[in-house]
């Protein structure tokens, strides 16, 4: 499967951004998808995931609360709406897609899109 990621950009502590995730290839519906984001000089780090198949979701616990992650299966896209966002959440986010659990070694990832919160 192919992911592109879009959406990121500059936006003021408190505001909003949804970021988008595009599918292509294999079937969306039989993969769970998630973000995870980097900041410069830190490790990758989990955002948030969807099984779709289970309807189940889960969370980092730095953006429990203030991040909402959704999917569409007719339109092959994943989404990540972001609210009340922190200067602490500038980071590259990445869609990712595994079979089982989306983790650092998952072998799906889309290119990235930056994400910047100014203060």
């Known amino acids: 499967v192919q992911l592109q990621a879009s959406g990121g950009g500059l936006v003021q502590a408190g505001g909003s951004l949804r970021l988008s995730c595009a599918a292509s290839g294999r079937t969306f519906n039989t993969y769970v998808m998630g973000w995870f984001r980097q900041a410069p000089g830190k490790e990758r780090e989990f955002v948030a995931a969807?099984?779709?198949?289970?309807?189940?979701?889960a969370y980092g616990d730095s953006v429990k609360g203030r991040f909402t992650i959704s999917r569409d299966n007719a339109k092959n896209t994943m989404y990540l709406q972001m609210d009340s966002l922190k200067p602490e959440d500038t980071a590259v986010y990445y869609c990712?897609?595994?079979?089982?659990?989306?983790?650092?070694?998952?072998?799906?990832w889309g290119q990235g899109t930056l994400v910047t919160v100014s203060s």
């Open positions: 969807i099984n779709w198949s289970i309807n189940s979701t």
């Open positions: 990712v897609a595994d079979y089982q659990f989306v983790t650092v070694v998952s072998p799906y």
